[in-house]
């Protein structure tokens, strides 16, 4: 599984047209899910994007994580994620998982999410849809578990 985080003031998804997940100050999250992946991979990566520490403190050294720093969530599944790009021109995802599998992967982290009390907004699986963004500092980091 795979989470790839932005710090961010605002973000929102949109699906035909309508704004169906949005927050300010946060934790942009595309999540990826591999073919290996089961609900203890969802709850360890989950943990690991809570606590980590990417908001700064008062002396402005990043120490504080979402939680402690007022923020919300909002999770986008992005199955490009999984892709394996390291031969030819196209991308291959044998590596994902199969849809059935990763949406209840997906739904499971959010979960997490929610259970540990942060706001959490979500994008919807498998739709086209068009994330915006205004990446803090910029801030983005590439977690796996």
Known sequence: MIALIQRVSQAAVAVDGSTIGAINSGLLIL????????????????EKVIGYRIF???QGKMNLNVQQAGGSLLVVSQFTLAADTKKGMRPSFSGGAEPQAAEQLYQHFVQQ??????TTETGQFAADMQVSLVNDGPVTFWLQV
């Open 56 to 58: 700064s403190d008062p």
């Open 113 to 118: 999410c929610r259970d540990h009390g942060i």
């Open 31 to 46: 999540l990826g899910v591999e073919k290996d992946d089961d609900q203890q991979t969802a709850k360890r990566l989950c």
